[in-house]
């Protein structure tokens, strides 16, 4: 995908706690929201980019995708989650019992912020 080569990846992972979660929920979950990303991204700006960084402590583990995209305006940031009649990012971070929010500004980019309980820990 050349969309995605020209764009600069960058990761950050805190590996002082592992996370215990379903691996195939959360791979929906990346899969969905870097293609998204990659899908809107803005080709009018030379360096596209998208981050993620996730920091895991024994009770939780915050994942955040961020992006130089094109925005999506404020009027449809609260509907997002539900323009779609398939399962949603919303939905498969509900099921992990988290919480997924967004931060746009049109023509600057996206940032969305996943909290998972760390499952491990949950029963002890």
């Not at 995908?1 to 379903?22: C, G, H, N, P, T």
């Not at 803005?42 to 920091?55: A, C, L, M």
């Not at 995209?69 to 989650?81: V, W």
């Amino acid at each position: 995908m050349k969309e995605f080569r020209a764009a600069k990846k960058r990761v950050e992972v805190s590996d002082d706690f592992q996370l215990y979660s379903d691996s195939a929920r959360l791979a929906v979950i990346f899969n969905n929201l870097i293609s998204n990303a990659i899908k809107y991204r803005d080709p009018g700006k030379p360096k596209s980019f998208v981050e993620i960084r996730i920091t895991t402590t024994a009770e939780n583990c915050s994942i955040v995708f961020r992006d130089n995209g094109i925005g999506i305006p404020e009027e449809l940031q609260d509907r997002i989650f539900d323009m779609f009649f398939r399962a949603t990012e919303r939905s498969d971070v509900e099921k992990l019992n988290g919480t997924i929010t967004v931060e746009s500004a049109y023509a600057e980019g996206t940032t969305f912020n996943i909290e998972i309980p760390n499952q491990y820990y949950e029963g002890m």
